[in-house]
């Protein structure tokens, strides 16, 4: 069972920045896509950005130029590099990974790190 460890959320200013991480706690191997979801209250979680195995990346229109996703694999980690942050970025975020071993994808999830934009 993959484990995965979030780090970096917390409370910045508008327009401000913040960087999250999110760690395996084992090397993935073969096909997968590792990405960020976010969830406000009463709202279904939604997907932030992904990067799957070869680099390809996908983010939601919202973010497009204010966040980018990186992955280090030497360190089984995803970054999340947040610029320009908006009030409405609010929300947990979660990290997730699929691994494409078999016809249904295993998922994992993160325990989810706190955002909040706010004076």
């Known amino acids: 069972q993959v484990q995965l460890v979030e780090s970096g959320g917390g409370l910045v200013q508008p327009g401000g920045s913040l960087r999250l991480s999110c760690t395996a706690s084992e090397i993935i191997s073969g096909r997968y896509v590792m990405g960020w979801y976010r969830q406000t209250p009463g709202n279904q979680r939604e997907l932030v950005a992904q990067?799957?195995?070869?680099?390809?990346?996908n983010y939601a229109e919202s973010v497009k130029g204010r966040f980018t996703i990186s992955r280090d694999n030497a360190r089984n980690t995803v970054n999340l590099q947040m610029i320009s942050l908006k009030p409405e970025d609010t929300a947990v975020y979660y990290c997730?990974?699929?691994?494409?071993?078999?016809?249904?994808?295993?998922?994992?999830w993160g325990q989810g790190t706190q955002v909040t934009v706010s004076y």
């Open positions: 997730n990974l699929k691994v494409f071993s078999g016809p249904v994808p295993d998922s994992y």
């Open positions: 990067i799957a195995t070869f680099g390809i990346t």
